[in-house]
């Protein structure tokens, strides 16, 4: 007894300089970039046989490789960007190699942020996604204290306009680090922002506080566990079958599990940490229990919840009886090893209610009458990209109301589509030095382009991801206002508005 409180003591002095250990970094997973082999349906690059298909749901999407396709029918609203010096080219000669057909972009619409697949833990240095991933759903999405993670060099189409709160400790992207609530704000609101991020009108959900700490020791409530929040996270959750007769649906889960849960009530001294490091030295010291995964948590209630669960549960029961003896003997000589107070213990019980998650169907429906619109944004696009300028360009298309009204095309029979010449080759082309190299008839005359088209100068985002300014201390940080540049496009500056031929339709 005697040598575990001098444990104790030992590991206590060292985590003071251990800070907020347990908050997490969450990195945000899907994108809507071009060559994204998953946001393609069939999956894979499109090739040049291809003909591309924007979906009627699209954001945006970002082109950052040179590629050459048959077709691309693009939507009635929604933002195509080009990389830096990227090319679209378009071809009717058969491609080696190249399946062609129709070729789907799946990634058009917004993905939520209480999506649990949406994201992953990635605390390590370098933020690659972590071999182990939260067991409970709720924490797969950022709880309060994560600091949140939107890769470079990708674009998204975020979706956070459920009622959710959560405060975070910070919010990067694109180099850019937001550390107040402020700051976030201003940038969701910037005409960049409000396109990757669809935020409600009015509160954020989001606050950022920096300086919160998880009470010193006691660990941090994710908070995601409040049924309001919860119920929200487990409609997108995804559970896979359980191999156990007996199952337990922890605090936090969406799904059953197999194994144990313990419900503690903690002492005033309690320490989540040196709890852990109990834990795992005294039962788990052997390589042989690795099948068994390990999760504490702070519920919003305050109590912890000590989580053993493997594949069919027998092997977390077997240590879990153990663990429970080991504890009640401490709670019975007044908790001096792991301060705990109180203990209550599920070895589960059968499956009688179905599962909270469910499996979602995301592919959506995109219908035939927009597609027939598309015929005349896509050839006004094309001609329009022509035109386009020496770096990456971003085009807004126009509303649905602001376009002209059109015959109603059969629902059957052929697929309308934006035809372009074969062998047809676009690229930006106004560098002065550069000559275009090709008659376009739109370049050098005076007739500005549709008003409902705006295009836009961006400033090009960087190609390789660097390692973030991460919050290592208090002072020295980013700070997004001073010196930092907006991550895309500063509209006001860059506005360039030009009048559309007539449609030849
Ligand atoms: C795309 O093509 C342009 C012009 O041919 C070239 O300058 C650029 O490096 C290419 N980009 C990539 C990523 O291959
Ligand atoms: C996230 O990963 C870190 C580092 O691998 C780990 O310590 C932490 O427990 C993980 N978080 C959750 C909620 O599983
Ligand atoms: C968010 O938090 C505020 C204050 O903390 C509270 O008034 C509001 O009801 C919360 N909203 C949700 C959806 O939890
Ligand atoms: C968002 O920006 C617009 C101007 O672009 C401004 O009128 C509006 O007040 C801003 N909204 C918020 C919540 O800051
Ligand atoms: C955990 O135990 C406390 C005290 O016994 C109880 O109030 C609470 O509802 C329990 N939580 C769960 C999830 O069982
Ligand atoms: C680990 O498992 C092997 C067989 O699976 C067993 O022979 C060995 O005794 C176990 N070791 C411990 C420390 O339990």
């Known amino acids: 007894m005697m040598s575990d409180t001098m444990t104790y003591l030992v590991i206590s002095v060292c985590l003071l300089f251990l800070g907020d250990v347990l908050a997490d970094n969450k990195k945000w997973l899907p994108d809507t970039n071009f060559n994204n082999p998953k946001n393609w349906s069939p999956p894979g690059i499109p090739c040049g046989d291809a003909v591309v298909i924007l979906p009627t749901t699209l954001r945006v999407v970002y082109v950052q490789v040179n590629t050459t396709m ?22 009717d000669q058969p491609q080696a190699n190249c399946p062609g057909g129709d070729v789907d972009f799946d990634a058009g619409h917004m993905e939520s942020w209480l999506n649990p697949n949406n994201w992953c833990n990635a605390s390590g240095r370098d933020f690659s996604c972590d071999l182990q991933q939260p067991v409970l759903d709720t924490e797969r999405v950022p709880c309060n204290f994560d600091s949140v993670i939107f890769p470079l060099d990708h674009l998204f189409a975020v979706d956070m306009s459920e009622s959710f709160n959560v405060s975070l400790k910070s919010f990067k992207y694109q180099r850019v680090t937001y550390t107040s609530t402020s700051d976030l704000r201003r940038y969701l609101n910037s005409t960049d922002g409000r396109l990757l991020f669809h935020t ?3 509160a954020l959900p989001i606050t950022i506080d920096r300086n919160q700490k998880c009470q010193y020791g006691k660990g941090c409530p994710c908070g995601n ?9 487990c409609a997108q959750a995804r559970c896979n079958p359980v191999k156990c007769y007996d199952v337990i649906r922890p605090v936090g889960s969406c799904c059953n599990l197999c194994g144990v849960v313990f419900n ?16 795992r030295s005294r039962f788990f010291a052997s390589a042989n229990d690795s099948a068994i995964v ?23 029961k077997d240590i879990g009886r153990q ?5 009640q003997q401490d709670i019975q000589l007044g908790g001096l090893i792991f301060n705990i107070k109180d203990l209550t213990v599920s070895f589960g019980s059968p499956v009688n209610s179905p599962q909270r998650g469910h499996i979602l169907n995301t592919r959506e429906i995109t219908g035939i009458s927009v597609a027939v619109v598309a015929v005349v944004i896509g050839t006004t696009t094309v001609i329009i990209l022509i035109v386009c300028k020496k770096q990456g360009l971003k085009i807004t298309m126009p509303k649905l109301s602001d376009l002209p009204r ?5 629902s059957k029979g052929p697929r309308p589509t934006a035809h372009v010449t074969p062998g047809f080759f676009f690229q930006p082309h106004t560098s002065p030095h550069i000559d275009p190299g090709f008659a376009n008839p739109l370049y050098d005359t005076a007739t500005p382009l549709d008003d409902n088209v705006v ?40 506005d360039i508005k030009h009048k559309a031929k007539d449609s030849s339709i």
């Open 70 to 91: 048959r077709e691309m029918i693009l939507p009635v609203s929604g933002e195509l960007i080009l990389g830096q010096n990227m090319n679209i080219g378009f071809t």
């Open 200 to 202: 409600p009108e009015g």
């Open 225 to 233: 566990d409040k049924p309001e929040i919860a119920n929200l996270i």
């Open 264 to 279: 503690i009530t903690v002492g005033q001294d309690f320490n989540l940490q040196n709890f852990r490091t109990e834990i």
């Open 294 to 316: 390990v999760t504490t948590s702070i519920t919003s209630d305050n109590f912890v919840q000590l989580l053993l669960t493997d594949t069919t549960g027998d092997l977390s």
């Open 323 to 327: 663990i429970e003896a080991d504890l």
């Open 406 to 410: 059109l015959p109603r095309f059969p």
């Open 455 to 494: 295009f836009k100068e961006m400033k090009v985002m960087g190609l390789s991801e660097e390692l973030p300014t991460f919050d290592t201390s208090d002072r020295g940080f980013q700070n997004p206002m001073y010196g930092v540049e907006q991550p895309l496009s500063d509209p006001t500056s860059v």
